[in-house]
């Protein structure tokens, strides 16, 4: 079964707007561990954010900010003022604590942001 | 720097033969991940290790051979027994196993097979 389920496969905008991705996970354990990553085109991942499952508060960092629910089981990505440089492959992603688990990373299928001058 | 280096980025492979994707870090991370990326798709899990000298297979590993005989290297083999080995592979670290610890991600190889 799909633990993280990001069900926009590609997002366009226009420099300037703003855009949200959503991430909604399915886990039985009460502590846990979601992650965004960002994939440009040269491939590599590059680490966004790590957040555990007693931290509801939100964060922002400059103009990225992530909207954690745990009521909904979501954990949303927003990107204000988007930018050419955000255009990327957005991975979410679930780490649960199980012992069958151990920690292994549960990646989403990925949303494509394009973002066009 | 410090970092994950992945070599080489680009590899082409007959059908019926074996190659060897290289992943070194020098962050001094206990734990290493192979992952496969197909298009459109997530990453899955290929093999991990938590020390050297010992590694797990992940939700993916027919086909697939690793070894870590250092705890800066984790090479994969890609075996003829892997029916579809054409795929974007990236190599990943973390300080220990286990959910807590962030992976970092290397710049990734991409094999195809001829």
């Known amino acids: 079964a799909q633990k993280v389920t990001q069900a926009q496969t590609e997002i366009s905008v226009v420099e300037k707007e703003d855009v949200t991705l959503d991430c909604v996970y399915e886990?039985?354990?009460?502590?846990?561990?979601l992650f965004w990553y960002k994939q440009p085109p040269s491939g590599e991942l590059v680490f966004l954010i790590r957040?555990?499952?007693?931290?509801?508060q939100n964060e922002i960092s400059g103009r990225y900010s992530w909207n954690f629910q745990k009521s909904t089981s979501s954990f949303n990505f927003t990107i204000t003022a988007s930018q050419v440089v955000d255009s990327a492959v957005y991975f979410c992603?679930?780490?649960?604590?199980?012992?069958?688990?151990?920690?292994?990373?549960?990646f989403g299928a990925g949303t494509q942001v394009v973002v066009t001058p | 720097d410090g970092g994950i280096t992945q070599s080489p980025k680009y590899l082409f492979r007959k059908e019926g033969q074996n190659v060897t994707l290289s992943c070194e870090q020098n962050?001094?991370?206990?734990?290493m991940y192979w992952y496969r990326q197909d298009p459109g798709q997530g990453l899955r899990l290929i093999y991990y290790?938590?020390?050297?000298?010992?590694?797990q297979k992940g939700d993916i590993a027919e086909g697939y051979s690793v070894s870590r005989e250092k705890k800066e290297s984790f090479p994969l083999t890609v075996t003829s027994a892997q029916k579809n080995p054409t795929a974007f592979y990236l190599c990943?670290?973390?300080?220990?196993?286990?959910?807590?610890?962030?992976?970092?991600f290397g710049p990734g190889t991409r094999l195809t097979v001829l």
């Open positions: 990943a670290s973390s300080i220990l196993a286990g959910a807590t610890d962030t992976q970092y």
């Open positions: 886990t039985r354990d009460t502590t846990y561990y």
């Open positions: 957040r555990n499952s007693f931290d509801e």
């Open positions: 992603a679930l780490s649960e604590r199980t012992t069958d688990s151990w920690g292994k990373l549960q």
């Open positions: 962050l001094n991370h206990d734990a």
């Open positions: 290790s938590q020390i050297v000298n010992d590694f």
